[in-house]
Antibody, heavy 121, light 110 residues
């Protein structure tokens, strides 16, 4: 059974920073690519970022490129996203998700329960 | 890139079938067989229902099926049940190391 538990969400002012974490268990973490996907309140899903199993490749949506950084610590089975220069439109539930393979050309297979980030003054 | 296009809503009576479309371009849906469908109940995380266009993960009822023709993928739910009432999203690998989700469809069981 795959378990993905996000943490680190909260309220932050525009222009501020926040780091989200995702603790993974139930599978061999260092063999799979991982995604962050977000969902603004009452809106649809938006892909945010992907990191390859060995962190050798990272990909970002245009809306966050240059502001967000995805990373992972395979020794701790943990995925991260560092979010800087936050904007009102970054307000969303952020989901950590496991890929079906090592690379981005695969399926977003398993999802965590999400953590809410609210950007507000 | 823009989101994939889905109808905002679909409905059917218990036991009937409903089909949801997901329209993209030759750069995403039409170009790759990495099309997936997710079910999301209110306040819950999405759940994978169909992957690689037609495959069902373990535990997903065979009432759920997927297909693709050109730049449009489809999800069909046969024998509708009350618990199928939810939001459904398609997704596709979109090339250049990018992913797209659909706009979402609210399925109502009448």
């Amino acid at each position: 059974q795959v378990y993905l538990v996000e943490s680190g969400g909260g309220v932050v002012q525009p222009g501020g920073s926040l780091r989200l974490s995702c603790a993974a268990s139930g599978f061999t973490f260092n063999s799979y690519g991982m995604h962050w996907v977000r969902q603004a309140p009452g809106k649809g899903l938006e892909w945010v970022a992907f990191i390859r199993y060995d962190a050798s490749n990272k990909n970002y949506a245009d809306s966050v490129r240059g502001r967000f950084t995805i990373s992972r610590d395979n020794s701790k089975n943990t995925l991260y996203v560092q979010m800087n220069s936050l904007r009102d439109e970054d307000t969303a539930v952020y989901y950590c998700a496991k890929s079906s393979g090592a690379d981005i050309l695969s399926t977003i297979f398993d999802w965590g329960q999400g953590t809410l980030v609210t950007v507000s003054s | 890139q823009s989101a994939l296009t889905q109808p905002p809503s679909a409905s059917g009576s218990p036991g009937q079938s409903v089909t949801i479309s997901c329209t993209g371009t030759s750069s995403d849906v039409g170009g790759y067989n990495y099309v997936s469908w997710y079910q999301q109940h209110p306040g819950k995380a999405p759940k994978l229902m169909i992957y690689e266009v037609t495959k069902r993960p373990s535990g997903v009822p065979d009432r759920f099926s997927g297909s693709k023709s050109g730049n449009t993928a489809s999800l069909t739910v046969s024998g509708l049940q009350a618990e199928d009432e939810a939001d459904y999203y398609c997704s596709s690998y979109a090339g250049i190391n990018n992913y797209l989700f659909g706009t979402g469809t609210k399925v109502t069981v009448l």
